[in-house]
């Protein structure tokens, strides 16, 4: 029997017994007072309130501290080789204050050179010529290929023509990301030259002009924290439906979520990309090999040894979005995956760990209750549908679905950049949300049976590609 029909065996099995339970209770009790559905329906309730009492938070946040709206987002304009107009970082008010030239920055970045040789040429363009470093700097590429490419040489030779400041580092038997930022962490241990600031970035990520200043600045007026997580925007919606629809949940996830819980929690959360770290804490820390999604593995263990992250919209990055279903799939339950699995291998170590409660309560929400919640709707929908199959006169079914449906709506709407890719997003979230438990189901059974495999999340073929006059300009 294949893996793949094993899961689904599974998780039929999990599914059929739960409906099975839930009509033996409706026949049991009257429709619509088991105490399960009521259970269910206040813990909804309660998760419905606390994502409101996050969405009050990030809006007065985001009112209070706007980004700086002179800085365009990065596209594949900004590594055509144009040199850029916008102003200079260090002319703003907001900076002249902080003294840059007590630090230095590496930023690395991260790749499978194989998935990323038809971006990876343009990524670094964009960090030499477009994004602003206030004090000495550099900039390392850390890939992993299993065979020899063309684009190698090139990268060579633009690290030759950067002055050193690019350095392209191809990390010996790595099949990890992780692996490959560890190997770029032990190069930099050995250095004479201290760096104090270390940003990790994924291939794909065109950080704005600004980026890499406010992280600075942030890490200057927080000594208490040891890492600012930033703003990731997806720049590529217009390519396919899958991409319009993941454009306004990010929107929701960095301007809402990420906002309202580092107000609420008093602390951030490393999201793996467009992370800005204190270097001997990184260096100290590194990254799990053996995590699926090392970089919630490393906040974990970041707040658990009572360090503080911090979250600033104001560091913002663009990214590429899985243009497929087949491409958005793999990277989700990649993703469900290790959060699984740090939920089941750190979430109570860390509870045990951490010394504050309000901590505690954030590891109990963002691990267990976070995995618990996907069950609790799967129940509650199952338990909804009998009810209404059973006794279509009840309608409060009906209300309690268009209440939680219109609430999230609302969130959606106030939180996105783009007004149409939101509404399409509200429209489609059922079928949406469904696709994402169906993913998490699938991805906690595959944990359980031990299937633990990176799969690299496959780019969207390169319509046109900028990177030689990108190269020349940059040179």
Avoid at 254 to 276: A, D, E, K
Avoid at 360 to 366: I, L, V
Avoid at 435 to 457: D, R
Wanted: proline share 4%.
């Amino acid at each position: 029997m294949s893996s793949s029909l094993l899961i689904h065996l599974v998780l039929f099995c999990y599914l059929g017994s739960l409906a099975g339970l839930l009509v033996a209770l409706a026949f049991e009790a009257p429709a619509g007072s088991t105490y399960l559905y009521w259970v269910l329906v206040a813990l909804n309730g309660a998760i419905a309130l606390y994502v409101m009492a996050e969405a009050v938070c990030a809006i007065v946040v985001r009112a209070c501290y706007p980004p700086n709206n002179k800085f365009s987002a990065p596209d594949s304009d900004s590594v055509s080789g144009k040199e850029s107009i916008e102003p200079s970082v260090l002319s703003l008010p907001e900076f002249k204050s902080i003294a840059f030239e007590q630090y230095s920055s590496t930023c690395i970045i991260a790749a499978y050179l194989p998935n990323e040789k038809g971006i990876i040429l343009d990524t670094i363009t964009h960090f030499l010529k477009n994004v602003e470093f206030p004090c000495a700097h550099a900039i390392v590429l850390a890939y992993n290929t299993p065979r020899d490419l063309p684009v190698e040489a090139e990268l060579q030779a633009l690290s030759a023509r950067s002055g050193g400041r690019f350095l392209a580092l191809r990390v010996p038997q790595s099949t990890s990301k992780a692996e490959n930022v560890n190997y770029a962490l032990a190069a930099l241990a050995n250095k004479q030259s201290p760096t104090h600031i270390v940003s990790v970035f994924d291939a794909d990520h065109l950080p704005y002009r600004d980026a890499i200043c406010r992280a600075i600045a942030t890490l200057d007026a927080s000594q208490k924290s040891v890492c600012v997580q930033g703003r990731c925007i997806v720049r590529n919606a217009r390519e396919s439906l899958v991409a319009r629809l993941i454009e306004p949940e990010f929107d929701m996830i960095y301007n809402i979520f990420h906002v309202g819980f580092n107000v609420m929690h008093r602390h951030g959360l490393f999201g793996g990309s467009n992370g800005h770290w204190r270097a001997p804490v990184l260096i100290a820390l590194l990254m799990d090999e053996s995590m699926l999604t090392e970089d919630i593995d490393l906040a974990v263990r970041t707040l658990s040894n009572n360090m503080h992250i911090v979250y600033d919209h104001r560091v913002r990055s663009s990214e590429e979005a899985p243009t497929t279903v087949a491409a958005y799939v793999k990277q989700r339950q990649r993703w469900a995956q290790g959060w699984f699995q740090i939920t089941l291998h750190r979430s109570f170590w860390a509870i045990g760990t951490t010394k504050t409660f309000g901590r505690k309560f954030g590891f109990f929400f963002f691990l267990i209750f976070r995995e618990l919640a996907y069950h609790f709707n799967a129940i509650l929908t199952l338990q909804v549908i009998i009810g209404l199959v059973r006794s279509p006169s009840v309608n409060h079914y009906i209300w309690i679905l268009v209440g939680t449906f219109g609430f999230l709506c609302i969130t959606i709407l106030v939180s996105v950049q783009n007004k149409f890719n939101g509404l399409l997003f509200c429209l489609l979230y059922l079928p949406y949300s469904y696709l994402q438990m169906y993913i998490v189901f699938v991805s906690e059974i595959k944990e359980f049976l031990a299937i633990v495999k990176w799969k690299v999340t496959q780019r969207a073929p390169i319509k046109n590609n900028s990177s030689e006059s990108a190269l020349l300009a940059a040179s």
